[in-house]
Structure formats: structure tokens, C-alpha cells
């Protein structure tokens, strides 16, 4: 079903994750977070506006962030305050609330020294939403700038907090932002049944080329939550973004070790070494952008990456660099990233980057399929 609402000169589209919704070309790029905002402040009819009335009508509101949930230079959890939203708790995911903790590391429980308010974590054993920790919660909205790799485990974050959401009957709002990678498919698809993990909950491939909200939209329309239940999902989309916009540049840091552009678009390719003993420049001033073992290095920073693929070269290079038998880690975590054993064999038979590209191909299109049942931008 497609909803629109003309409101004078302002165009809002709600979307439906049961529909593909193309929104009106805009001058500037508006994230989600911004068109709940103006919906709001435009005193807009709340009956028709249904989601601005779930969040202004004194319901209790949670809300999953952390710092790349803005309003231009303003945090989402500032803003909602000062429009006297009832907004009773955070939740936070890994690399916690102020995005400060590196990968993996423990986030605890805290209150927020700004607001007061008490910051549950999802990262750690509490990954998903307590039926305690949503007793006293009306309405959850949900805004984290995601990278578009499957790996990265903000998504892992949406979908449990869809779930809790989904087991309670609460309706749950995502506030869409761009993808960075968003203008292309790639890679080998998560095989769920071997290597399900909080590094991949889904049968997509690495690079997925679909946003937050779309993402979120398949997660629903799939029945991928426990038990295939829904969530009542209300995704505010964005004004003026293509996927096709090469180069978008972020405006907050998405996580520690993704400090630039330049990484995030490497990103794809080179979170693949977390599961070899290679390092990718955690702890330098120029992380996810150097390859290194031992005092071997191999320096990315001046490479224009291609931005059209997941770039094997690199993997292939180190793995011919590194001592035979050293580069995995003894873990299959790096079949848990790749989401497939057969990367590893075929690096280890030599296998061509050609051939093992065309091995990913009848995933990618079966995907593609899935994937176009949910698009929302053009």
C-alpha cells in the first residue's frame, strides 16, 4: 500500500514494508530523523501523521541510537526532549551510546550525564530487548547510520529489536539514513544454517546495496524474526537520495575504526582480515585503511577504491604474502564474515579471483530478486 500526504509544499511519503515506494526527487538529502522532525514541528494533522502522533501524543518513548544519530548537529534524544517527547530510555549498540568502545569490546549499562536518561546496551549478552527493559515503552524508534556490509552488526541490532518489538506489539519507527555503499550488490550470500552469527544473521550477500529502512522492510516482509512473526514496522524515509550516489560522506564517524570515507569504502573488503592474523590498522591513526603482518604492510590509503566491488585483490595479495598455514586464525570466523567455507578453500587452491566471483553469481541474482520486492529509493 502506498501512502502519500500532501501537507502545502511538503511532500512526506510513509512507507509500508509490505511495498516498494519511489519518494519525490528533493534538492537536498533530508534523512528519516529530519522528516519526523518537520513533521512535527509543522503541527501536521497527527491522525493522518500517524508515527509524529505515536511520538508526540505522550507515549513512552525508547530509542536506539548512538552518535551518528543527528539532526544537523544535534542529537536525535536532544531534539525529541526539547519537543517534550516522552522519551524514557536508550538503548545503545555495539561501540555503545557515544560510539566511543572498539569492536568487541563490553558496553555496559549507564546513564546518560546529558539527559539523565538510563542507556541499556545491546551489545554483550543483552543483545536484545528485555520483555522487562519494554514494560514501560509505547513506541520505539530506531536511527543508526549503517555501512551496507553484512557484517556490520548494527543490522544484527535492528533485527532483535524488531523481534522484541514484534513480542510485545509495540510499534517500532526506523529513521532512514543513507548507505555509503549502497550503489551495488556483492558478494557471497550468508549461508544461515552453518554460520549464523551477530556478524550475519541473513541469507544476504556482503555488500546488500539496500538502507537501513529497506533492510528493515526485508526482515519483516521475509519472516526472518523468530516464529516468522511481523513487526508493525513504520519506516520515515528519506527526501533526495539515490542509491547511485557514489561518495556520500557522513557527517559523524559510524563507529571508532571507521574514521572517513576512504575506509568505509574499503570496508567491505577489508573486514574479511578480522578472521585471518593479518591486522587492518586497528590502533594506527589509519585503521580499515592499511593491511598489515608483521612488518609486512600493505598501504591502501592512496587507493581510489572501485566502488563497484568487493575487491579480492587485496585478500589474494596477503594470503601469497603471509607464511603457509599462518594467515587463518584457527577459529571459522573468517567463514562466519565471509558467511560461506568456500572462500577460504578457494583461496587456499588458488583459485582465480574470475572464478571465484562467478561461484557468487546464482546467490547474487536470487537475492536480487528478494532484495527488489523492498526498494523504497531509486
Known amino acids: 500500500m502506498r501512502r502519500f500526504l500532501v501537507f502545502s509544499l511538503y511532500f512526506l511519503v510513509l512507507v509500508s514494508c509490505r511495498a516498494q515506494t519511489i519518494p519525490t526527487p528533493a534538492p537536498r538529502l533530508q534523512v528519516g530523523a529530519e522528516e519526523l522532525l518537520l513533521c512535527m514541528r509543522r503541527h501536521l494533522d497527527l491522525q493522518v501523521c500517524n508515527f509524529a502522533g505515536m511520538v508526540s501524543d505522550g507515549n513512552s518513548v525508547a530509542v536506539v541510537a548512538n552518535q551518528t544519530s543527528v539532526v544537523g548537529t544535534t542529537h536525535l534524544v536532544d531534539t525529541l526532549l526539547r519537543r517534550e517527547v516522552n522519551v524514557v530510555k536508550i538503548f545503545c549498540p555495539e561501540h555503545g551510546f557515544r560510539g566511543t568502545a572498539e569492536a568487541g569490546?563490553?558496553?555496559d549499562n549507564s546513564v546518560d550525564p546529558e539527559t539523565g536518561l538510563p542507556i541499556i546496551s545491546l551489545y554483550g549478552k543483552n543483545k536484545k530487548p528485555t520483555q522487562e527493559q519494554l514494560a514501560d515503552v509505547n513506541v520505539v524508534i530506531f536511527d543508526l547510520q549503517d555501512v551496507g556490509c553484512r557484517f556490520y552488526t548494527y543490522l544484527s541490532t535492528l533485527h532483535y529489536v524488531m523481534e522484541a518489538c514484534a513480542e510485545r506489539s509495540i510499534p517500532l519507527i526506523v529513521l532512514d539514513r543513507p548507505n555509503p555503499n549502497g550503489h551495488y550488490i556483492d558478494g557471497p550470500v550468508l549461508d544461515t544454517a552453518k554460520f549464523r552469527s551477530f556478524v550475519g544473521m541473513h541469507p544476504v550477500p556482503i555488500v546488500y546495496g539496500m538502507t537501513i529502512g529497506e533492510y528493515a522492510c526485508m526482515i519483516n516482509g521475509e519472516?526472518?524474526?523468530?516464529?516468522?512473526?511481523?513487526?508493525?514496522?513504520t519506516v520515515v524515509p528519506m527526501q533526495g537520495y539515490r542509491r547511485d550516489s557514489v561518495g556520500y560522506?557522513?557527517?559523524?564517524p559510524p563507529s571508532p575504526n571507521l574514521r572517513n570515507a576512504h575506509a568505509i569504502a574499503l570496508y567491505p573488503s577489508l573486514c574479511l582480515f578480522e578472521g585471518t592474523n593479518c591486522g587492518v590498522g586497528r590502533g594506527t591513526p589509519y585503521p580499515f585503511e592499511i593491511v598489515t603482518y608483521a612488518s609486512d604492510t600493505l598501504n591502501l590509503?592512496?587507493?581510489?577504491?572501485?566502488?563497484?566491488?568487493?575487491?579480492?585483490?587485496?585478500?589474494?595479495?596477503?594470503y601469497r604474502r603471509v607464511p603457509q598455514g599462518k594467515f587463518f586464525q584457527k577459529s571459522n570466523f573468517f567463514e562466519k564474515l565471509a558467511g560461506t567455507a568456500d572462500l577460504r578453500r578457494q583461496l587456499e587452491r588458488g583459485v582465480s579471483e574470475e572464478e571465484i566471483r562467478a561461484s557468487w553469481q546464482p546467490g547474487l541474482e536470487h537475492f536480487k530478486t528478494v532484495r527488489s520486492r523492498y526498494l523504497i529509493y531509486p
Open 223 to 233: 519472516h526472518w524474526l523468530a516464529g516468522g512473526r511481523e513487526c508493525n514496522l
Open 249 to 252: 560522506e557522513l557527517p559523524v
Open 105 to 107: 569490546a563490553h558496553v
Open 301 to 318: 590509503r592512496q587507493i581510489t577504491p572501485d566502488n563497484g566491488c568487493i575487491d579480492l585483490r587485496y585478500l589474494m595479495e596477503m
